[in-house]
């Protein structure tokens, strides 16, 4: 899934951010090495806290959330529940991102059991509209595990809060019960992929 929103993303910056319209092969490689093709400004945001929605009864009683800030290497780790695994969906962070960036789920079966992860969501802040309280990242955005694929369902969402500067500007709830906030909405991704 995060692959194929990466060659979405490359789409956007083309039609959104440098305005081609048309066949993007059309433009030729000495044209797009001009500064008018340069990539802007990704904005920084602070996510402070990280829900995990219409998760089906006792399917992730204990839970590790991390989140990382994408480099050109091994993502930077920002904010980290700890080794103790948290019994609650919903966990307040403090992370500072930039660009791309990660949200990784972690479960663990039984005290002494092993670490499985659950599902993964990258993203890129460019993409995100930093002026609502929240985002809300649908199944179809997500990198879930296979194991959990089927178990978790089609309806499982990642919330991120935002900065607590920007509550109270969050869209309305949709009558499914949470908000999608994300330019993505019409984005198809297959579900069936893995990670």
């Known amino acids: 899934t995060s692959q194929r929103k990466y060659v979405y993303f490359y789409e956007e910056l083309w039609r959104k951010f440098w305005n081609v319209s048309g066949n ?5 490689a000495e044209e797009a090495s001009t500064e008018k093709y340069t ?5 920084a945001i602070t996510i402070f806290g990280v829900e995990l929605l219409n998760i089906p ?18 993502p930077q780790l920002r904010y980290d529940t700890g080794k103790t695994f948290i019994d609650s ?5 403090f992370a500072n991102v930039k660009g791309n960036f ?7 079966k039984g005290f002494f059991g092993k670490t499985i992860k659950v599902l993964e969501l990258w993203h890129n802040t ?15 955005q997500l990198d879930i595990k296979r194991a959990y ?27 499914d019960g949470y908000g999608k906030v994300t ?3 019409h984005l198809e991704l297959d579900s069936k992929d893995t990670i």
Request: overall charge negative; glycine content about 4%.
């Open 89 to 93: 969906l919903a966990v307040d962070s």
């Open 102 to 108: 990660k949200v990784s789920i972690e479960t663990k």
């Open 183 to 185: 330019d993505l909405e």
């Open 57 to 74: 009864e006792n399917i992730l009683n204990k839970i590790r959330i991390k989140i990382f800030q994408g480099t050109n290497f091994t």
């Open 39 to 43: 990539i802007p400004e990704e904005p």
């Open 126 to 140: 460019l993409f995100m509209d930093t002026n609502v309280e929240f985002y809300d990242f649908p199944a179809n």
């Open 149 to 175: 694929r089927k178990t978790l369902g089609d309806n499982v969402t990642i919330r991120l809060l935002l900065t607590r500067e920007s509550i109270g500007t969050a869209v309305p709830i949709e009558s």
């Open 24 to 28: 993007i092969g059309d433009v030729s």
